[in-house]
């Protein structure tokens, strides 16, 4: 079922498994080193992230879910892309639990993930998430962007803190 077979696509299979399998065992770090140093990601509740800020928020997710848990289903890859189908169960900051179903396409340069594009029906997720107000509103443009606009800005405050902790002399 593989989409070719090579050093190359065994390698970018292994990845994606190494990357889910840290993700569940909520290990930040190992899905950030996953990524090319100006890799690209996009999903409906972050919208586009470049560079370390795909790392930045892999390690502020994995370290507030308490109870985060991620399966594979699914994963294949060839010599330049590959394709994985991932659930997570999770309870949402709301209180409110979640199921997400995911599918995800990636492009691999030089061993690393170079783009990572995560699909899901965000009306699904922010019915199960935010509640009414996602059953009524989870459809519109206007509540995406205000989940992207706090989402962003959740991360931005992440960023400056870890940057902060890691200019800090060690003690």
Request: aromatic share 10%; glycine share 10%.
């Amino acid at each position: 079922m593989g989409l070719t077979t090579g050093v190359s696509a065994e390698r970018n299979r292994a990845l994606i498994k190494r990357f889910y399998d840290a993700f569940d065992r909520h290990d930040g770090d190992t899905m950030a080193e996953c990524y090319a140093p100006d890799a690209r990601f996009s999903d409906p509740a972050f919208g586009e992230l470049r560079g370390r800020e795909i790392g930045g928020m892999w390690r502020m997710l994995t370290g507030r879910s308490e109870d985060l848990d991620v399966e594979l289903p699914e994963h294949d890859a060839g010599e330049t892309t590959g394709t994985a189908h991932w659930i997570a169960r999770y309870t949402f900051s709301t209180g409110r639990p979640v199921v997400n179903d995911i599918q995800a396409r990636f492009r691999f340069e030089n061993g690393l993930i170079a783009e990572h594009d995560d699909d899901f029906s965000f009306h699904r997720w922010s019915r199960q998430a935010l509640g009414l107000p996602g059953l009524l509103l989870g459809w519109t443009p206007l509540l995406q962007g205000k989940v992207q606009k706090q989402a962003r800005g959740q991360l931005d405050d992440f960023l400056a803190e870890d940057a902060s902790a890691q200019d800090a002399p060690a003690s």
